[in-house]
């Protein structure tokens, strides 16, 4: 026969139930049945596996990052991006990943070292260890006394805001308050004074330096369009070449550079002679200047020859009889037979000429004017002296 517990028995199990299940503790149980994966996301990362049977600690790895610049119009200029207040002596050295994002990609690896003693802080290395799109002096770093902040100069009017990720930190003995980065959309609105200037260094090579990269990474202009370089890129000119010249272009080269014939023959008018046919013409003016062989074939009647009577020197001096010279003179030359005779000077006395002779004695000769000319006579002809 069934027994049935009544409404009193029923009672009295459920606070037995209740008595039992709250003195039960967790304690009681070893481990969950699962183990469960805990991991940690985002800026900070790490992960532990959990079953119950203890406490867990996550090592994690937060990343330090920040951003600056804005995607407005006319943001371009210089943005905080971390500062930090150093005390006593030590050193920070931090190594920053840069980037720079839509519209204007740039990368670089920074390395900044900061020291300090009791007093004062400077910036000993403040270096891109590769570089590439960004300026060499793009980031600055600002000291005032203890603290030293750090900018960064965004050189496009919109877009292209910068990305700082430190990817190591570490110190010796340094006494600071830990390094402060900022995620900055207004830009200063003085431009910071530079207690020091980035630049390149280290054993890195620059990642966009003509002299260590095979080639640049952007290229510009073509073969009959000249090219410029702007923040270390090349640009075209807006002119070309062949086709157009500027029309405030000033060229200061005067000479017209002409072409070179090479022969004797040309009749052009724009062009030079080379040096091998000056030489050769010289040559043909020196040869043609020392012939005696008539080189131009001239006549006797291109000369008038032909007017002159054809006489060998024999027969002229044959001819030269004095019957023949006085007819040619056309009077009688005086004979001098004595030498004493011999007229040794003349001056003129009025219209009279003075002739002294060598033995000291003189004789007068007369002018008279015929037909226009004055004609000097002498005063008797027996002395054989005559004037025309």
């Known amino acids: 026969m069934a027994s049935y517990l009544d409404e009193t028995g029923l009672l009295k199990l459920w606070s037995k139930i209740k008595s039992y299940i709250s003195n039960a503790t967790a304690g009681a149980a070893k481990k969950i049945a699962t183990a469960r994966n805990i ?3 985002g800026d900070a990362s790490g992960s532990a596996v959990f079953d119950g049977s203890s406490n867990i600690s996550i090592n994690t790895t937060v990343r330090k990052t920040c951003f600056v610049g804005s995607d407005n119009a006319s943001t371009n200029g210089w943005y905080k991006v971390a500062s930090q207040t150093m005390s006593g002596y030590g050193d920070s050295n931090i190594i920053f990943a840069v980037t720079s994002t839509y519209g204007n990609y740039k990368t670089g690896i920074f390395s900044l070292q900061i020291r300090s003693d009791n007093t004062s802080i400077w910036c000993p ?3 891109w260890l590769v570089r590439n799109g960004f300026g060499t002096g793009d980031i600055r770093i600002v000291i005032n006394g203890m603290t030293y902040t750090m900018y960064v100069y965004k050189d496009i009017t919109q877009y292209g805001r910068i990305q700082f990720e430190i990817l190591s930190e570490s110190s010796i003995h340094a006494r ?6 900022y995620n900055s959309s207004t830009k200063e609105s003085t431009e910071p004074s530079a207690t020091v200037k980035s630049s390149d260094g280290g054993t890195v090579a620059v990642a966009n330096s003509a002299g260590a990269a095979s080639k640049l990474d952007t290229s510009a202009g073509s073969a009959t369009q000249p090219v410029f370089f702007s923040n270390g890129k090349p640009s075209a000119c807006s002119y070309t070449l062949g086709k157009s010249v500027p029309s405030n272009a000033v060229f200061t080269d005067t000479n017209t550079w002409r072409g070179i014939q090479n ?3 040309s009749d052009a008018t724009d062009q030079s002679l080379s040096a091998a046919q000056g030489k050769a013409l010289n040559t043909n003016l020196t040869s043609h200047a020392g012939s005696k062989s008539n080189p131009h074939g001239v006549t006797k009647s291109q000369v008038g020859l032909g007017n002159v009577e054809n006489k060998s020197s024999a027969t002229i001096r044959g001819e030269m009889t004095a019957s023949n010279v006085n007819t040619a003179l056309g009077y009688t030359a005086a004979k001098q ?4 005779k011999a007229i040794t000077g003349i001056s003129a006395s009025g219209t009279t000429l ?8 003189t004789k007068y000769v007369t002018a008279e004017l015929v037909k226009g000319q004055m004609i000097y006579c002498c005063s008797n002809s027996e002395d054989q002296i005559y004037c025309c």
Do not use: E, M, P
């Open 39 to 41: 991991s940690l996301t």
């Open 125 to 127: 290395v403040a270096k």
């Open 176 to 181: 600071n308050s830990g390094i402060t980065l």
């Open 263 to 265: 022969n004797l023959t």
């Open 337 to 340: 037979t004595d030498a004493n």
């Open 354 to 361: 003075v002739l002294t002779q060598l033995d000291g004695t």
